[in-house]
């Protein structure tokens, strides 16, 4: 009787250390199988990178890098904002995961440009496809009814010749017939910088690179009011438009600016605004106390509205009025998206 008891201890025992080492193996599930986790590659504009099925401890099998254009593989991060590298010698998978490729903008190597992105200053250029661009979010503007985006600027290129045409703003005015106006205009890409030598048909030359390049003041900066658009093109000269085509040529303007006071002035060259804008003020962080009539076209009274960067002109065309500008970016502050 006393070896019977003895030999069931023995199971029971036996039984015991193996819950125990089942239980303290993370690779081991419920079931007896081991625990897998999917681990997925966020190429982030790039081509696509097939995922990973990885039993929970293993390692990540690096893959084949992925491609963009115009831009340099950096590797695989933890983070969309590819601050962590993921090392895939020693890093191990405990969840499901996802890793971010990261992009250095790299030099043209020629062919089409659909897809690309190129910059001056401020200003992002993008060939959103075959057939469409947008310049800072500007060719993607809202209907004048306040209609949700739809479409970029056309364009034409031709891969051989390295040059191609921009189309303008569509006259949204009342009784036109959708004429084209301010025509971004025919552009030519060399030694890996795309041209402009007629921009909007102001007579300047404003050149775009597939790396940022950043400038100078207010150089290569678009400011976008209520039914006007002021563009600074270089440290001297800057061009004023109205994109729904209520006034269907540029005024070219000169303009002095401090960077200690942020404050400056524009004198008129030529064109239909003649008289406006005068002096300005660089704001930032401002918030509009009353209503911006340009920020309610899409969703209604904007009281209170703080803007990152804001173009104040205190007189505007001596109506006795100011007259504001918001700063755009390639993420767009853009109409009625503050």
Same mark, same amino acid.
């Not at 509205?305 to 205190?314: D, E, G, I």
């Not at 007189?315 to 993420?331: C, T």
């Given at each position: 009787m006393k070896k019977k008891s003895t030999v069931l201890m023995g199971l029971a025992l036996l039984i015991a250390s193996m819950v125990i080492g089942l239980s303290g193996c993370p690779n081991v599930n419920d079931d007896g199988g081991e625990d897998t986790y999917t681990v997925t590659f966020h190429s982030q504009g790039g081509s696509a990178v097939e995922s990973q099925s990885i039993v929970s401890g293993g390692t990540v099998t690096q893959p084949a890098n992925p491609t963009k254009r115009t831009d340099a593989f950096g590797g695989w991060y933890k983070e969309a904002a590819a601050t962590t590298a993921w090392n895939f010698a020693t890093d191990t998978v405990t969840q499901d995961t996802t890793l971010y490729a990261k992009w250095t903008p790299d030099s043209w190597t020629g062919g089409d440009v659909a897809g690309t992105t190129w910059y001056w200053g401020d200003v992002v250029l993008k060939f959103i496809d075959a057939d469409k661009a947008a310049i800072n979010t500007l060719g993607i503007g809202a209907a004048a009814n306040g209609a949700p985006a739809t479409s970029g600027y056309d364009y034409t290129f031709d891969s051989g010749t390295q040059s191609g045409t921009i189309s303008g703003d569509v006259n949204r005015r009342s009784g036109s017939t959708g004429q084209i106006y301010h025509q971004l205009g025919a552009f030519s890409i060399t030694d890996g910088v795309l041209t402009f030598n007629n921009y909007r048909q102001s007579g300047y030359t404003v050149s775009f690179t597939p790396a940022p390049n950043p400038q100078s003041g207010l150089v290569g900066i678009i400011w976008y009011g209520p039914n006007f658009v002021i563009e600074c093109i270089d440290g001297a000269n800057a061009i004023l438009y109205a994109p729904d085509g209520y006034y269907t040529t540029i005024t070219k303007l000169t303009y002095t600016y401090n960077t200690g006071t942020k404050t400056g002035n524009f004198a008129y060259i030529s064109g239909p605004l003649n008289g406006s804008p005068n002096s300005f003020t660089i704001r930032e962080n401002y918030t509009f106390s009353s209503y911006f009539e340009d920020f309610a076209w899409r969703g209604g009274n904007? !009281?209170?509205?703080?803007?990152?960067?804001?173009?104040?002109?205190?007189?505007?065309?001596?109506?006795?009025?100011?007259?504001?500008?918001?700063?755009?970016?390639? !993420?767009?502050?853009?109409?009625g998206t503050p």
């Open positions: 904007k !009281n209170n509205l703080t803007v990152a960067c804001n173009l104040h002109c205190p007189i505007w065309k001596s109506y006795g009025h100011g007259w504001d500008f918001v700063k755009l970016d390639a !993420n767009g502050i853009e109409r």
